[in-house]
């Protein structure tokens, strides 16, 4: 893959307090079979040996800082704004990019000249040992808004830089959502692709699988999905806008589950009216309309 080492490939890990699991990723970074990689690692002020961790390969990164932040997408965007490569993408601090990632990237935007991203599937689970596939599969902005769906792997995407200096940069205010809207706003500019096969490991652990975690997606996918249609972001057409009701539907209904399980019955009865309403207003459009 070295023929295409012209192309320089960003990759930015944000981290806080992730020491546990930092220098597996960091090594899954350094140990990739492509070599022209500027890596960025940007920690928020950590309070356990992170910073050890991050010294002790500090000559093999290229850039690195330890400050507070605002969460996860202001840190990954203060990479962003630093990032010189061609192409850009971030690993978390607890996950694992296997070693062909970047030089299969690379060949594959080479191949698509005219993909904006390019995307495929991950493997997950509590450890590298114990793992099963996630699949993503090829969607576009149409499918993304009328079935409420986002099936691209975080950790297995990566864009252009020009799509950074077309659509900017995450929103720091979007704590879960962060990486679905930004993959849908990438999706509502450019052309994305998807090439099948695993190129890295999303671990789960506790924190990810916590009732408070769970609960922040009923919080935050109406709170997004509503600002998608009724203040069109997106600058969308109307065959995109007309797809409110059914996509806010299944968002609902999804908020409602959520908060069944969490035991938030008042929430989940709630989030049901809402998803009935919305379905209701659906079935008259595509009915009479």
């Known amino acids: 893959m070295e023929e295409n080492s012209s192309v320089c490939v960003s990759i930015i890990t944000p981290s806080f307090n992730q020491g546990e699991y930092l220098e597996e990723t960091i090594q899954s970074v350094l140990n990739q079979s492509y070599s022209n990689i500027e890596y960025l690692l940007i920690d928020g002020g950590s309070k356990d040996?992170?910073?050890?961790?991050?010294?002790?390969?500090?000559?093999?990164?290229?850039?690195?800082?330890?400050?507070?932040?605002?969460?996860?997408?202001?840190?990954?965007?203060?990479?962003?704004?630093?990032?010189?490569?061609?192409?850009?993408?971030?690993?978390?601090?607890?996950?694992?990019?296997?070693?062909?990632?970047?030089?299969?990237?690379?060949?594959?935007?080479k191949e698509n000249p005219n993909a904006g991203m390019i995307y495929g599937d991950i493997e997950k689970g509590p450890d590298p040992s114990i793992r099963r596939l996630r699949k993503g599969r090829q969607t576009s902005i149409k499918r993304m808004l009328k079935y409420a769906e986002c099936p691209i792997p975080q950790q297995s995407a990566m864009w252009r830089h020009n799509v950074i200096e077309k659509i900017g940069y995450l929103v720091p205010s979007w704590h879960v959502v962060l990486d679905r809207e930004y993959f849908i706003r990438i999706a509502a500019n450019c052309s994305i692709k998807y090439v099948p096969g695993p190129v890295a490991f999303f671990r789960t652990h506790e924190r990810t699988k916590s009732v408070a975690e769970k609960l922040k997606w009923a919080e935050e996918?109406?709170?997004?999905?509503?600002?998608?249609?009724?203040?069109?972001?997106?600058?969308?057409?109307?065959?995109?806008?007309?797809?409110?009701?059914?996509?806010?539907?299944?968002?609902?209904?999804?908020?409602?589950?959520i908060s069944a399980k969490a035991g938030k019955k008042r929430d989940a009865e709630d989030f049901f009216t809402q998803s009935k309403r919305s379905s209701f207003c659906n079935y008259i459009l595509d009915r009479y309309l």
Do not use: T
Request: proline content about 4%; charged content about 30%; some cysteine.
């Open 221 to 257: 996918l109406p709170k997004y999905y509503e600002m998608v249609f009724n203040e069109n972001i997106y600058h969308l057409s109307p065959n995109l806008l007309s797809y409110k009701n059914r996509c806010l539907s299944k968002v609902y209904l999804r908020c409602a589950r």
């Open 49 to 109: 040996n992170s910073v050890d961790i991050i010294k002790k390969y500090e000559n093999r990164i290229d850039y690195w800082i330890s400050e507070p932040d605002k969460g996860q997408a202001d840190a990954i965007n203060k990479g962003l704004k630093r990032a010189n490569g061609d192409l850009v993408c971030w690993v978390n601090s607890d996950d694992i990019l296997y070693p062909d990632y970047i030089a299969k990237r690379v060949q594959q935007f």
